[in-house]
């Protein structure tokens, strides 16, 4: 059983069958599956026309129940974890420098975990066991499914441009992704500052590792004072506007980088001046969901430094509350729906 995106306004009960097991596929069960803005903007069409009906969902802990004939590194029983990718080619330029999340050979409706499939939103899943993962002995299973995405979004490119210990890094936006992140940045003993726009998180956010936390006001004369102060910038608000950018870009110091990792709709665009990158030689970087081998170093580093992911927990029953939560709510700062309960009430596996 499924909730799927029947329409971009229907968001309904589904019966499914899955097709015979492939030779390298895995079924699970779900036991806990995570809910991401990028599950709304697909199935309400924010990216571009929908496969419906669409099941959405690619932050989930599920148990095996089946395998297929040339699986090796699973079992029935297994505890797995299944991520927004769903496969890859392996065999292009990016897949054999390990950049499987970057695969050229294979288009979108391939590469991720629904969309052309299924995704978690269901009491069971079946996906190729490549990019399948075990999950660390010691998580907590239903806090794992916000690390899959949001964990596995800020995490690699935080590992991938910050070499120098003790760097100076700035966190844009202090929700479900920046959480994390300033996480993460305190146990790579990087100095971290939270940017917020609300003052009532400043306590909160230094619980988390922030040495300092800087609340920008609406005409953004905050930022002023810290000109020229971090050495990267993690921003992960979809932000657009022009000035908000360039006074965000005027906290980094010369030569710094902007990382960015919000994804807005598919027709926004930002501009910048060409002035601020290039006489002050700023590097401006992207970064997707991580790679396979990415996604295991994820997971494990989570496990070493008991990072911990804020979640707002719902039924099966209740996932539409779940899902006008993160739509149309402020939730606290990922949710999770426990499948589990429901797939040991009424199913046998």
């Known amino acids: 059983l499924a909730w ?19 030779e390298g596929e895995i079924r699970a069960k779900v036991l806990y599956t995570g809910l991401c803005h990028s599950d709304v903007m697909t199935g309400r069409e924010h990216w571009g026309p929908c496969n ?75 996906q190729p066991a490549s990019h399948t993962f075990h999950i660390p002995k010691g998580l907590d299973l239903a806090n794992v499914p916000p690390v899959l995405c949001a964990g596995c979004t800020v995490y690699p490119p935080m590992k991938r441009h910050i070499k120098k210990e003790g760097a100076s890094i700035g966190v844009i936006g202090i929700g479900g992704l920046g959480h994390l992140a300033v996480q993460y940045g305190k146990a790579m003993n990087l100095h971290v500052a939270g940017f917020t726009t609300s003052a009532d998180k400043i306590e909160y956010i230094k619980k988390l590792g922030a040495e300092e936390v800087i609340v920008v006001d609406k005409e953004l004369k905050e930022l002023d004072k810290h000109g020229g102060k971090f050495d990267y910038l993690l921003n992960t608000l979809p932000v657009t506007d022009t000035k908000t950018i360039e006074a965000y870009l005027g906290t980094l110091k010369n030569g710094g980088t902007l990382i960015q990792v919000g994804l807005p709709n598919a027709t926004d665009m930002f501009t910048m001046s060409f002035f601020t990158l290039v006489a002050r030689q700023l590097t401006i970087a992207g970064s997707i969901v991580a790679s396979v081998e990415e996604t295991k170093d994820t997971l494990e580093f989570t496990n070493k430094h008991g990072i911990k992911v804020a979640c707002e927990n719902f039924s099966f029953a209740d996932f539409p509350k779940a899902l006008d939560r993160l739509e149309n709510g402020r939730p606290h700062f990922r949710c999770v729906v426990n499948v589990k309960d429901y797939t040991d009430q009424y199913f046998k596996h």
Do not use: W
């Open 4 to 22: 799927v995106f029947k329409s971009k306004t229907e968001f309904v009960p589904y019966y499914f069958k899955f097709p015979d097991l492939g």
């Open 52 to 126: 419906f009906p669409c099941c959405a969902g690619h932050e989930v802990v599920g148990e095996i129940t089946m395998v297929g004939s040339e699986v090796k590194d699973f079992k029935v029983g297994d505890i797995i974890g299944l991520g927004p990718f769903r496969s890859a080619c392996f065999e292009c330029e990016q897949c054999k420098a390990g950049q499987t999340n970057l695969c050229s050979a294979l288009d979108g409706t391939e590469k991720f975990l629904y969309g052309l499939y299924f995704g978690g939103y269901c009491t069971h899943i079946q």
